[in-house]
């Protein structure tokens, strides 16, 4: 793609990375005009998109400046306000923002995660280990849907009989084929967390459902409503963003061969290698704010009340701090990348993320010793979430 026509694509589009290749765009973009106006879209208003990295970096910065309270979706924002401005972290202002968190913080003690992150390696151990038995399988449906939404129910304590459903909703909610199909799914997430909401209420347990069901701020608990949107922002970022991530990692780790032998060779600090991992997958393409006051963002005037959509995608692969940014190397470092936002609302569950994928590639190393594509993946419809729906593979035997 030309830098001349990089700006012209229709970012609010959810079919725009089908026709167009997003490292392709954003590379342009940067080139031609790293920070440009987004002209209106039907009945969509304009929005800025910002993408190079240092500006990307300095606006996740400025909370301040760039509110959150409004929504952070371009598809909700671009709307209207979010219903859940004010109510749920992720799209909450301070000091709110900071009080919510600080309960949040509390419920993922260190003896639930502690507990958690040895569930996750044996599941995921015994996930993998079948697979290989199989050879040839979808790596998206059979493994990567199972791990996030496990781990993350087993944190809430949900009911085995009730995950399936959960599983279905998390996927529907943002990348379902139309609006009303995402709409539902959401709302049937945020009804089922009101119900468990107040029975752990009434009969609290040591979970995390049950410490914001009982926390308080300022004295006050929680709305039914608040404890359970907050339960769908940690299901929805735990399932969402980790199961795209890991099949991103696979499908890397098939395409640069060199890369998993050095890995399974023990060559490759498993923890660096997280952090490629996670930098190549991008699990969220972008997140959006709303500027509360005039700012300056890169050479722009940006103006009171404005939405301002900051790409992540576009920041992790900016030539100008991660070299060579479409090679896959699982030893690069520095690696700062901005997967996981950044600032005040850098995500909640990182580290579980970290975990779930150092689990998945101790798997595959300690099982694999081949990793084989074997057909063209979907690529999962969102201007939002990045990644595919299904990965066919086979895997060989170690």
Same mark, same amino acid.
């Given at each position: ?10 970012? +609010? ?19 031609? =005009? ?16 910002? +993408? ?7 606006? /996740?910065?400025?909370?301040? +400046? ?6 952070? $979706?371009?598809? $909700? ?38 507990? %958690?992150?040895?569930? %996750? ?12 038995? =199989? ?7 059979? %493994? ?67 410490? *914001? ?6 004295? &006050? ?10 339960? /769908?922002?940690? $299901? #929805? ?9 890991? $099949? ?19 060559? #490759? ?5 997280? =952090? &490629? ?12 704010? +709303?500027?509360?006051?005039?700012? %300056? *963002? ?7 009340? &404005? ?38 609302? /850098? ?24 990793? =084989? ?6 690529? *999962? ?6 990644? /595919? ?10």
């Amino acid at each position: 793609m030309s830098p001349a026509a990089a700006t012209s694509v229709d970012l +609010t589009d959810s079919r725009t990375f089908f026709e167009h290749d997003p490292y392709e765009f954003f590379a342009a973009a940067r080139a031609r =005009e790293p920070v440009y106006w987004h002209e209106a879209s039907g009945d969509l208003p304009g929005f800025w998109v910002v +993408t190079d990295y240092d500006s990307v970096v300095d606006c /996740y910065r400025d909370p301040a +400046t760039l509110g959150s309270g409004r929504g952070t $979706v371009l598809d $909700v924002l671009l709307r209207g306000d979010d219903s859940a401005g004010g109510k749920m972290l992720a799209v909450t202002d301070p000091p709110r923002h900071r009080q919510l968190r600080a309960l949040l913080w509390r419920a993922l003690s260190p003896k639930v995660l502690n507990r %958690v992150v040895r569930e %996750v390696e044996a599941y995921t151990t015994a996930l993998i280990g079948a697979a290989v038995e =199989e050879g040839s399988f979808d790596f998206a449906t059979r %493994v990567a849907e199972h791990v996030p939404m496990n781990t993350i129910c087993d944190l809430l304590s949900v009911p085995e009989r009730d995950r399936p459903d959960l599983l279905d909703w998390s996927k529907g909610a943002l990348a379902g084929a139309e609006e009303l199909d995402s709409l539902e799914a959401r709302n049937e997430l945020v009804l089922y967390f009101m119900n468990l909401g107040a029975f752990r209420r009434a009969h609290p347990g040591d979970d995390v459902v049950s410490t *914001i069901a009982t926390g308080t701020i300022d004295g &006050e608990p929680l709305t039914l409503e608040e404890v359970a949107l907050n339960c /769908y922002s940690l $299901v #929805i970022g735990g399932d969402e963003s980790s199961r795209v991530s890991a $099949v991103g990692t696979v499908k890397a780790l098939a395409e640069a061969p060199e890369q998993w032998h050095a890995l399974r060779a023990g060559r #490759i600090d498993p923890d660096t290698a997280v =952090e &490629e991992a996670l930098r190549w997958a991008t699990p969220s393409l972008h997140f959006a704010r +709303t500027a509360v006051r005039d700012r %300056v *963002i890169g050479d722009k005037a940006v103006r009171a009340g &404005e939405i301002v959509s900051l790409w992540n995608i576009s920041a992790n692969n900016d030539e100008r701090v991660f070299p060579a940014p479409r090679s896959f190397e699982l030893s690069r470092t520095p690696n700062k990348h901005v997967a996981l936002g950044h600032g005040p609302h /850098y995500c909640l569950g990182a580290f579980l993320g970290r975990v779930e994928l150092r689990a998945l590639m101790g798997a595959l190393v300690g099982a694999v010793s081949e990793i =084989e594509l074997l057909g063209t993946p979907t690529r *999962i419809q969102s201007n939002f979430l990045n990644g /595919y729906s299904s990965l066919p593979v086979r895997f060989s035997p170690r």
